[in-house]
C-alpha cells in the first residue's frame, strides 16, 4: 500500500454534519474530510469496521444519499468510511462540491 490516495481528501469547513444510520441507531456526527471515495466522521460514538452504513447530508443544489461502510476506527476521533453505492445524480452533486471546495 503506497502513501497515494485515489481521491483527495477536502477538509471542511466547521459545521458540515451527517446524519447516519447503522446497526440500529441513528446519529449525527461533523464530518471531517470529505473525497469522493468517503468521509471522515467525528465523534467518540462508532460502530465496528464493516459495519454497514446509510448516510444522508446536504450539499449545495440537493440531498446526498449514500450507502456506506466503517473501514476504520480511530479511538476518541472517529471513523472512517466509504462509499459503497450512490447514484450518479448524487455523485454529480458531490463532486460539484468537491471542485468547488479545490478552488
Known amino acids: 500500500m503506497g502513501g497515494t490516495r485515489r481521491h483527495q481528501r477536502i477538509s471542511l469547513p466547521q459545521g458540515m454534519s451527517v446524519t447516519w444510520y447503522g446497526s440500529g441507531q441513528q446519529q449525527v456526527s461533523r464530518v471531517k474530510t470529505l473525497s469522493m471515495g468517503g468521509l471522515f ?59 468547488r471546495l479545490l478552488r
Open 41 to 99: 466522521l467525528c465523534g467518540s460514538n462508532t460502530l465496528r469496521v464493516g459495519t454497514n452504513l446509510t448516510l444522508v447530508f446536504e450539499v449545495p443544489g440537493g440531498m446526498v444519499l449514500a450507502e456506506a461502510v466503517v473501514r476504520n476506527i480511530v479511538p476518541g476521533e472517529g471513523m472512517g468510511v466509504e462509499f459503497t453505492k450512490m447514484n450518479p445524480e448524487i455523485r454529480v452533486l458531490l463532486e460539484g462540491l468537491l471542485t
